[in-house]
């Protein structure tokens, strides 16, 4: 049986994560006056859905309205219209017909269609073949987004891989017991802080390149 892989959008089919954090740090600063550094905004947003992203600044104690989420949203869109790029190297393993493939990301339905048809990549993932964090009651880091995808494509936990860039993606990739393979390869993630982080969640699979994770997966599954 093939193989599943799964893999998130933002900081993995595109270098699109740091728009998105990007947006919010500005909006923190310009309506609550909140002199928030990049690094503190990956912190408590990184890799989640905007649900689970606005229960950590609740539990910091930045209360956000629904007015924030939404104009984040609003000005997320602009940037999508300007066009996104697929990572480099990505589109040979897309094109491998040995794998079944699909998208789970923390991005919602709407946001992700606008996503995969700036990319150009509309045609290899259909709405069925996508996944998105309105779909399930809780996100990443929680399992339940990939197991629903799992779950609906025919295929055992145990035989899925997971293909992501932030912590809170490979915990939930661990916690629903499939394999994951850590992409640092954007500019955010390519750093010795965030590396040995990802070593302490006991991710042995690191890459830099999709060339070097096409090679490991066709060594390893095929």
């Known amino acids: 049986m093939k193989k599943l892989i799964i893999w998130d959008f933002d900081g993995v089919v595109s270098d699109t ?9 500005e909006m923190l600063n310009e309506l609550y006056g909140i002199k928030m550094d990049f690094d503190t905004v990956n912190f408590y947003m990184g890799g989640s859905s905007d649900k689970t992203k606005r229960e950590n600044l609740d539990k910091a104690g930045i209360i956000t309205d629904d007015y924030f989420w939404e ?16 990572t480099e190297g990505i589109l040979e393993i897309f094109n491998n017909k040995n794998f079944a493939q699909c998208i789970a990301t923390g991005g919602v339905r709407e946001k992700t269609t606008l996503k995969i048809q700036s990319v150009g990549i509309e045609d290899i993932f259909p709405k069925e073949k996508v996944f998105t964090a309105d ?25 899925c891989i997971v293909i992501e860039d932030s912590l809170a993606g490979m915990r939930a990739g661990q916690k629903a017991g499939m394999e994951v393979i850590a992409f640092l390869g954007c500019e955010m993630n390519n750093n010795p802080e965030n590396i040995e982080k990802v070593k302490e969640l006991g991710v042995k699979n690191i890459f830099f390149s999709m060339k070097d994770i096409e090679k490991f997966l066709v060594e390893k599954y095929l």
């Open 17 to 25: 994560e740091k728009l998105w954090l990007k947006t919010r740090q």
């Open 71 to 86: 104009e984040s949203t609003r000005r997320d869109v602009i940037k999508i219209h300007k066009g996104l790029k697929p």
């Open 135 to 159: 779909m399930v009651e809780k996100g990443k880091p929680e399992p339940d987004l990939f197991l629903l995808a799992a779950k609906t494509m025919g295929y055992k936990s145990e035989d």
